[in-house]
C-alpha cells in the first residue's frame, strides 16, 4: 500500500516488494523533498547497474515527488521501465540525459502510445535552455518533445474510437511527460489515425508544426480563396505546411528564403520566392492579405508594411505591436498552438489526397547523440524541414 501527500511533498511506503528481477521497493520509506530528512534515500533502486546507480539516488528520489501515484500506485499494479531522454536542469544541449524511466499507464480518456518516431521543434530547445520556465513552470526530470507517430498499445476504459494495433499520430499535450520516449499517453480526443501509406518517420514530422500552420492560417487569418499570403522561412517545418497548406486553399504564395531554399519552396508548391539575403521585403511585395512570421524581429516589423488595409499578420514568434496593427488597420496577433485531434486527422486527410507533404530534412536515433545533434541542428534555424528522431525501427514491429 502507498501514500502521497502532495502538499507536503512526502512519500510513504509500507511494504517490501520485489516486482521485477533487479528491482527492489523499500519498506517504511519516508522523504522529505527538502533534502534534510529521507529515511532511505530512495523508493526505488536499480541494483548492480554500475556507474548510474548514483543517478539513480538522486533522480529516482525526485520522481517520487513529481509523480506520488505514477511510481508508489502504477508500480503496485505491475508497472514497467521504458527508455526516455530526460533533462535534470535547465541548459545546454549536454543537459540531455538517456535514463530509465516508469512506463507511463493510460486514464479512462488516454490511450498508451508505443512510440516508432518523434521531431524536434524550437520549443524543445527554448524550453530546455529555460526561456519558457515562466509559461511552462514544469518540475524536473521534464522529456522534451511534442511530437509522435507509433502504435496504440492500451486503450483506456471510455475510449472509443481507437483500438490496439492502430497507427496513430499525436501532438499530445504540453506537460513534462513528452515524446523522448518509447513510450507515451494522450488523451483519445489529440490523436488521429495515421494518413494512409505514410511511415511512421513521415507522420511524426506533421502534428505540431501542421496544426501550428493550419491555426494560423485557418482559425486565425481565416484564408480563403484567392488571398495572397506571405510565408517566412517557407523551407522551415511550419513554413514548409503553410505553404501547402494554403495552396490548397486556393491562395497564391510567396515565400521567404535563401538561394539554397529556392528549389525546395518551388516544389513545395509557392508562386513565387524572395531571396531575404539580396531583396528587401518592402521593394519585392506589397498588398498582401495574409503574412505567417515564424521570424520575428525586423521581419515581423517589415511585414506590417506589405500588407494591405484589412491583412492579417499572424506570428508564432512574438506578440506583434498593436499599436502598428490600428496604424495599419490590420488584424494582427500571436498563435500558441493548441492541440487538435480533429485538426491533425484533417491534415491526415490532406495528405491522403496529395495535398500535403511533411517535408524531412534529417532522420537521426534515438539516443543523447541523436537528441543532441538533433537540437544543435534545430538551433541554427536553417534545417530544411522536420528532424526527426527514430525512435524504433518500423520493420521491428
Not at 17 to 36: M, R, T, W
Not at 144 to 170: N, Q, Y
Not at 171 to 200: C, N
Request: hydrophobic residues 40%; aromatic residues 8%.
Amino acid at each position: 500500500m502507498s501514500a502521497y501527500n502532495l502538499m507536503q511533498h512526502q512519500v510513504v511506503l509500507s511494504e517490501i516488494v520485489k516486482y521485477k528481477p533487479g528491482f527492489l521497493k523499500y519498506k517504511n520509506v519516508q522523504a522529505d523533498e527538502g533534502g534534510k530528512s529521507y529515511g532511505r534515500k530512495i523508493c526505488l533502486l536499480r541494483l548492480g547497474h554500475g556507474g548510474n546507480q548514483v543517478f539513480y539516488y538522486q533522480a529516482l528520489f525526485h520522481y517520487f515527488t513529481i509523480l506520488g501515484d505514477i511510481l508508489c500506485q502504477r508500480i503496485d499494479q505491475g508497472g514497467d521501465i521504458m527508455k526516455a531522454v530526460v533533462i535534470n536542469a535547465y541548459g545546454g544541449r549536454e543537459e540531455l540525459k538517456a535514463i530509465e524511466f516508469p512506463k507511463p499507464m493510460p486514464r479512462e480518456h488516454e490511450v498508451l502510445i508505443e512510440v516508432y518516431a518523434t521531431s524536434i521543434n524550437p520549443i524543445d530547445w527554448k524550453l530546455r535552455e529555460g526561456y519558457l520556465k515562466e509559461r511552462l513552470p514544469f518540475k524536473f526530470p521534464i522529456i522534451l518533445g511534442w511530437d509522435a507517430a507509433g502504435i496504440i498499445k492500451k486503450v483506456g476504459a471510455k475510449v472509443t474510437e481507437f483500438e490496439e494495433g492502430d497507427k496513430v499520430f499525436t501532438r499530445p499535450a504540453t506537460t513534462e511527460r513528452g515524446t523522448y520516449a518509447e513510450y507515451i499517453t494522450a488523451d483519445a480526443s489529440l490523436v488521429a489515425h495515421m494518413p494512409k501509406e505514410s511511415s511512421f518517420i513521415e507522420a511524426a514530422a506533421v502534428p505540431l508544426a501542421g496544426l501550428t500552420a493550419w491555426q494560423c492560417l485557418v482559425d486565425f487569418a481565416e484564408i480563403k480563396k484567392g488571398d495572397r499570403v506571405l510565408v517566412h522561412a517557407g523551407a522551415g517545418g511550419v513554413g514548409s505546411m503553410a505553404i501547402q497548406i494554403a495552396k490548397a486553399f486556393g491562395a497564391e504564395v510567396i515565400a521567404t528564403g535563401s538561394s539554397k531554399s529556392q528549389s525546395i519552396i518551388k516544389k513545395l508548391g509557392a508562386d513565387h520566392m524572395i531571396n531575404y539575403m539580396t531583396t528587401p521585403l518592402t521593394e519585392a511585395i506589397d498588398e498582401v492579405d495574409i503574412v505567417l512570421d515564424t521570424i520575428g524581429g525586423d521581419s515581423q516589423e517589415k511585414s506590417f508594411e506589405v500588407l494591405k488595409p484589412g491583412g492579417v499578420l499572424v506570428s508564432i514568434v512574438q506578440p506583434p505591436s498593436q499599436e502598428r496593427a490600428k496604424e495599419k488597420g490590420v488584424k494582427a496577433g500571436l498563435v500558441w498552438l493548441e492541440p487538435n485531434g480533429e485538426q491533425l486527422a484533417t491534415l491526415a486527410k490532406m495528405i491522403e489526397e496529395d495535398e500535403l507533404k511533411p517535408l524531412i530534412a534529417e532522420v537521426l536515433p534515438f539516443s543523447e547523440d541523436g537528441l543532441k545533434k538533433a537540437h544543435e541542428l534545430s538551433e541554427t534555424h536553417h534545417a530544411k524541414g522536420k528532424i526527426v528522431i527514430e525512435v524504433k525501427k518500423e520493420e521491428d514491429k
